[in-house]
């Protein structure tokens, strides 16, 4: 009987393990972003963010964006959030920014620690050099909050 039961536990355990890693693989072969356009209010000026998320599929895009992605700007009081959708195709423009090389403007870069989180980037437009920085340093110290992968600045080309 007890072999039944460390049998079944054992069964129940891997199609557990199957179904997570299926869900949160370590390599997104397909991904599917999550683009958030925000402005925000600041010194006087409005400045305006794109939020890159990828997604494994189109169901975690769109299930992330709920959760995580709109929770967190709607804690943003100076923040208008102003569109989100998931896609396939986000445009050579941003692909480049998920290698992490340099574009004419500064960016955060978020590259996950573990399969449940999702690689992101996030770019401001409207700050001058000095901003961009300060603005990197204060984005890296919020999400080692709560983010265990790697965050970094990319700064741009007049950088």
């Known amino acids: 009987m007890l ?4 049998a079944i536990a054992a069964i129940g355990y891997g199609l557990f393990y199957y179904y997570q890693a ?3 693989p370590w390599q997104i072969d397909a991904p599917v972003y999550a683009e958030f356009r925000v402005d925000m209010k600041a010194a006087g000026q409005t400045l305006n963010a794109v939020l890159i998320g990828k ?3 189109q ?3 769109e299930q992330r964006a709920q ?3 709109r929770e967190t700007l709607e804690g943003c009081a100076a923040c208008t959030f102003k569109s989100a959708e998931c896609k396939t195709d986000i445009g050579s423009r941003y692909e480049k920014l998920f290698d992490n090389r340099s574009t004419y ?5 978020f590259n996950r620690g573990s399969r449940f ?12 050099d000095k901003d961009s920085r300060t603005f990197c340093e204060l984005m ?3 999400m080692r909050k709560g983010y265990s992968g790697e965050v970094r600045c990319v700064f741009g080309r007049g950088i």
């Open 3 to 6: 072999v039944k039961v460390i």
């Open 105 to 109: 403007t500064s960016y955060v870069s």
């Open 59 to 61: 169901n975690d895009c």
């Open 22 to 24: 299926q869900q949160n």
């Open 117 to 128: 989180e999702r690689d992101g980037r996030m770019i401001v437009w409207g700050l001058n």
């Open 55 to 57: 997604s494994v599929d």
């Open 140 to 142: 890296k110290s919020y």
């Open 67 to 69: 959760k995580v992605w």
